[in-house]
């Protein structure tokens, strides 16, 4: 009896957040696939069942087919750069060295930054008189059209993406190797190991857990990019920026057709399930 009370209780509280899951994330979700088996009819006034029409038309659609494989592009390129790079950060911002603490906050800052103002401040940096060429030219070397040219805009992006994510991707890495044990780098110090062969023999395998977090929360985080594809690129040139997150709101608000949008929230779901199982399978099977 004294148990179930207890179950009551923290049913009780747990009710909000439950409330709040099954209202913002479960209802929206089976709402989107139910849709995503409809269509607007002129002819009949409203909506009609079309089966699996709406999938076999992105499918068939040259445009969604380019974003796919954009966004896989794009995923294949950023998540390796973002969590080498916040690994690396991490390592070297937990070493007792002057300034580290400083160095490590100015690489934080970007996270209090929403997005869309970043990606606001980035559009004066990739300007053809912003920083980035300014910097170039004081080089010697030519101005680059960053965000107009096929071959820079997702490499331009990627920066941005990484200004952004990295200083966060670091505290977790940092919590991690904060956890490993000072014996343990002690004993690797004794043993005369080189900085090189502690990082890569001591602290990398002792991290994996963090690692893995931010491998998979990563993944997804840049799957979902939205706001800087929209306000700097829309997409373009030539589709070269057209991420599936920024292709749903063109289908949505742009073309107007909210079913075939539905569909490729629904393909978009299943491919980040799909990417975050293989990565789950490929680490599991590491360790």
Same mark, same amino acid.
């Given at each position: 009896?004294?148990k179930?009370?207890?179950?009551?209780?923290?049913?009780?509280?747990?009710?909000?957040?439950? +409330?709040?899951? %099954?209202?913002?994330?479960?209802?929206?979700?089976i709402?989107?696939?139910? *849709?995503?088996?409809?269509? *607007?009819?002129?002819?009949?006034?409203?909506?009609?069942? %079309?089966? +699996?029409?709406?999938?076999?038309?992105?499918?068939?659609?040259?445009?969604?087919?380019?974003?796919?494989?954009?966004?896989?592009?794009?995923?294949?390129?950023?998540?390796?750069?973002?969590?080498v790079?916040?690994?690396?950060? %991490?390592?070297l911002?937990?070493?007792?060295?002057?300034?580290?603490?400083?160095?490590?906050?100015? !690489?934080? #800052?970007?996270?209090?930054?929403?997005?869309?103002?970043?990606?606001?401040?980035?559009?004066?940096?990739?300007?053809?008189?912003?920083?980035?060429?300014?910097?170039?030219?004081? +080089?010697?070397?030519?101005?680059?059209?960053? +965000?107009?040219?096929?071959?820079?805009?997702?490499?331009?992006?990627?920066?941005?993406l =990484?200004?952004?994510?990295?200083?966060?991707?670091?505290?977790?890495?940092?919590? $991690?190797i904060?956890?490993?044990?000072? *014996?343990?780098?002690?004993?690797?110090?004794?043993?005369?190991?080189?900085?090189?062969?502690?990082?890569? =023999?001591?602290?990398?395998?002792?991290?994996?857990?963090?690692?893995?977090f931010?491998?998979?929360?990563?993944?997804?985080?840049?799957? #979902?990019?939205?706001?800087?594809?929209?306000?700097l690129?829309?997409?373009?040139?030539?589709?070269?920026?057209?991420?599936?997150?920024?292709?749903?709101?063109?289908?949505?608000?742009?073309?107007?057709?909210?079913?075939?949008?539905?569909?490729?929230?629904?393909?978009? !779901?299943?491919?980040?399930?799909?990417?975050?199982? $293989?990565?789950?399978? #490929?680490?599991?099977?590491?360790?």
């Open positions: 009896m004294r179930r009370g207890q179950g009551l209780i923290a049913l009780a509280f747990l009710a909000p957040a439950l +409330l709040c899951l %099954a209202v913002l994330r479960i209802v929206p979700a709402s989107a696939v139910v *849709e995503s088996f409809y269509a *607007e009819s002129l002819l009949r006034g409203g909506r009609v069942f %079309a089966g +699996l029409g709406n999938y076999t038309d992105l499918v068939s659609n040259k445009d969604f087919r380019q974003a796919v494989g954009v966004t896989l592009l794009f995923t294949v390129l950023v998540n390796p750069i973002q969590v790079v916040s690994f690396l950060l %991490a390592v911002f937990t070493q007792r060295a002057m300034g580290s603490k400083l160095w490590r906050t100015l !690489v934080i #800052l970007p996270i209090a930054t929403p997005p869309a103002v970043s990606a606001v401040i980035w559009s004066v940096i990739y300007r053809p008189d912003g920083l980035a060429n300014g910097v170039l030219e004081r +080089l010697g070397l030519p101005v680059q059209p960053f +965000l107009t040219s096929s071959g820079q805009v997702l490499p331009s992006l990627i920066v941005l =990484s200004w952004i994510g990295v200083g966060y991707w670091m505290l977790f890495l940092i919590a $991690g904060q956890e490993v044990p000072v *014996e343990v780098r002690e004993a690797a110090l004794l043993d005369g190991a080189s900085a090189w062969r502690r990082m890569v =023999s001591v602290i990398l395998p002792l991290v994996r857990r963090p690692l893995a931010v491998l998979v929360a990563d993944t997804v985080s840049n799957l #979902l990019v939205f706001a800087p594809v929209q306000i690129t829309k997409g373009g040139p030539n589709g070269n920026s057209n991420l599936l997150m920024y292709d749903v709101y063109t289908r949505a608000y742009a073309i107007g057709d909210i079913h075939v949008a539905q569909a490729e929230v629904v393909i978009l !779901v299943a491919l980040t399930l799909a990417i975050v199982a $293989g990565q789950f399978r #490929l680490l599991r099977g590491d360790q």
